[in-house]
């Protein structure tokens, strides 16, 4: 409680585990409504589940060779402040609100996905924030974990930057959840992502993680240039060699800096120290700035190179929102399509992690798939 400002609970969630935790301390009612993207942070609100929460990522865009993940949006807005968090151009309610009720999410995950058994889904759930900034949300995100012991074709994605895994760590998970860290150099934590976990913090904890028997994601994304980024990069994949084996890393995603017009003026606004927006960039037809595409390639091949030096060569490897050409680029070859992307995924989890996918994936059947 103390590191809310205010909790508010909708009477409907009542009852939930989550509510209960607060007791006498919560007020009931609806959402404050909050509009100030800084002070929504400091105020939680816990709901019911109210309509259809699953989807496949906002992001998809069949320009680019999208990772065609799927995601929960139970979590709104975040204590942390990245800089560069596409959240301050987004929401127009930006009360920390996180839907309660466990049972009827996994009731809705297992009606849509029960509709292709074949098919392994990879579920997020940091789509509108981070899946384990802080109690409650890092409980949430532990009773979801149980849940999907239970859905053969799901594995639950957690993706963050905070510390805060303690929950996870002595739960029954069954293999079926993946723990992701995004991860940047000191650097560009203290600067960029303001109120986030130090990088020893979140490698304290990935560790951790690991050996509770959790397979873990590493997210290089956002990359962002600064002088010096290729001895901090590799400072960086080596501390994180040092603290988990690549065996027990089921896949890297690797991205570069991105922002629509409207968030560069949000960002400068915002944070005005920050020098993410003065780097050379160009808009995209996404209506993305990016930096020129000669440097992203340069700067994902060295990730790249080094990640290999480090016996990363297994992990399976991909870029966020990029074409087929900056993958041809970096790796030397492409996937067809957003559906074979989805195969080679589905199938390096077959292959390393026996047990996580429902079946051998069936590539037609991948490259059938409409988005
Ligand atoms: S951790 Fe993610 S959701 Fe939270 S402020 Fe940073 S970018 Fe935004």
Known sequence: ???????????????CSLSKKFGVEADFGPSPKITDYRQGKKHLF????????????ASLDRRYICCSTHVISHISNCPF????????????????????????????????TSLQPWRLFRIGTWELGDSLAVSPINNAAAELVSGFRKTPNC???????????EPLL?????????????????????????????????LHAMRRT?????PIGLHFDPMILFDGWEQAYEALVRDIFSAVSPARVIW??????????????KIENNYPASAITAQEMVLGDDNKFRYLRPLRVRMYRHL????????????????????????????GRYPRSIGHLDYLIARSVWERFPGMGPCRPEKTRYLALEY
Not at 155 to 165: D, M, P, Y
């Open 1 to 15: 409680m103390k590191r809310f400002r205010s909790v508010t609970i909708h009477p409907a969630a009542a009852n």
């Open 46 to 57: 816990i709901s019911p589940k109210q309509g259809d929460i699953f989807h496949i990522c």
């Open 81 to 112: 402040e990245c800089t560069y968090c596409f959240l301050q151009n987004y929401l127009t309610d930006t009360t920390l609100s996180v839907i309660a009720d466990t049972r009827a999410i996994l009731k809705e995950i297992k009606n849509r």
């Open 155 to 165: 594995i639950l994605k957690l993706r963050t930057k905070s510390a805060e895994v």
């Open 170 to 202: 002595n739960i029954d998970h069954g293999g079926k959840t993946v723990v992701s860290w995004t991860v940047n150099p000191p650097q560009v934590i203290v600067r960029e992502e303001i109120g986030t976990a130090g990088l020893d913090a979140r």
């Open 210 to 214: 690991a050996r509770a028997g959790y």
């Open 252 to 265: 890297i995603s690797i991205g570069s800096l991105r922002f629509n017009p409207e968030m560069k003026r």
């Open 304 to 331: 790249l190179h080094i990640l290999r030096q480090h016996g990363a060569e297994e992990c399976f490897t991909y870029l966020c929102m990029e074409r087929w050409n900056v993958w041809e680029e970096v790796f």
